[in-house]
């Protein structure tokens, strides 16, 4: 089975300062990883994704984020956070194989810049 | 990235009534949709993953008479809510997929629900 953990409910920030944002997955065989963001009432907006290749993956709006396999992780990061970075973000995870696997979500993690 | 539109944005019905939700992929053809529900300060939960010209399949615990999906074609999806009671109050998200490994999921806006 899939499963996606965000351990933190919530991450404060000052503007400027660097952020991340944590995710660690659990799948069979090598993932999909997908990095989404989700202002108030709206659905989600794709950030990055990692499918192969280089293990760090540079995404939207300065965001990126690294794959390590040893420690099924794919945390998101900024080298410098903007008060307009407040929002939901979500982790996911789909398993390489073939047919109509959906998407798994983290919890998400709120994220709050400072000014 | 490619887009997809949710109509409506947000609805208010009464009790006992029926709601469409429409979801389209407007620059891509999506073989495969999916429809989540999410409740406040809450992850998305999957509902159903539905391919063109197939029925649905529901995830555990949704009610497939009580959700009625439709993706009649490559480009539209529809979720309608029947008989709706407050319970069935949330916001409806559809997403769409094409084809290609690693294909990236898209989502539309969402749709806010509220049954009185």
């Known amino acids: 089975a899939q499963s996606v953990a965000q351990p933190e409910d919530q991450v404060n920030v000052a503007e400027g300062n660097p952020l991340t944002v944590k995710c660690t997955y659990s799948?069979?065989?090598?993932?999909?990883l997908f990095w989404y963001v989700q202002y108030p009432n709206r659905g989600l907006q794709f950030l990055l994704k990692?499918?192969?290749?280089?293990?760090l993956v540079k995404g939207s709006y300065g965001f990126e984020a690294e794959f390590n396999k040893s420690q099924t992780s794919f945390h998101l990061k900024k080298p410098s956070a903007l008060v307009s970075d407040s929002a939901l973000y979500f982790c996911?995870?789909?398993?390489?194989?073939?047919?109509?696997?959906?998407?798994?979500f983290g919890k998400g993690t709120r994220l709050s810049v400072i000014a | 990235g490619a887009v997809v539109s949710q109509h409506p944005s947000r609805v208010i019905c009464k009790s006992g009534t029926s709601v469409k939700i429409e979801c389209r992929s407007l620059?891509?053809?999506?073989?495969?949709m999916f429809w989540y529900r999410q409740f406040p300060k809450q992850s998305l939960m999957l509902m159903a993953t539905?391919?063109?010209?197939?029925?649905?399949?529901?995830e555990q615990g949704v009610e497939k008479d009580k959700f009625l999906i439709n993706h009649a074609s490559l480009t539209l999806s529809t979720l309608t809510v029947t008989s709706a009671h407050p319970e069935d109050s949330s916001f409806y998200i559809c997403?769409?997929?094409?084809?290609?490994?690693?294909?990236?999921?898209?989502f539309g806006p969402g749709t806010r629900l509220l049954v009185l």
């Open positions: 997403s769409a997929r094409g084809t290609s490994p690693g294909e990236t999921q898209y």
């Open positions: 799948v069979s065989g090598n993932p999909y």
């Open positions: 990692y499918i192969t290749g280089d293990n």
């Open positions: 996911a995870v789909r398993a390489r194989i073939s047919g109509n696997t959906p998407l798994v």
């Open positions: 620059d891509f053809q999506a073989t495969t």
């Open positions: 539905s391919n063109e010209g197939s029925k649905a399949t529901y």
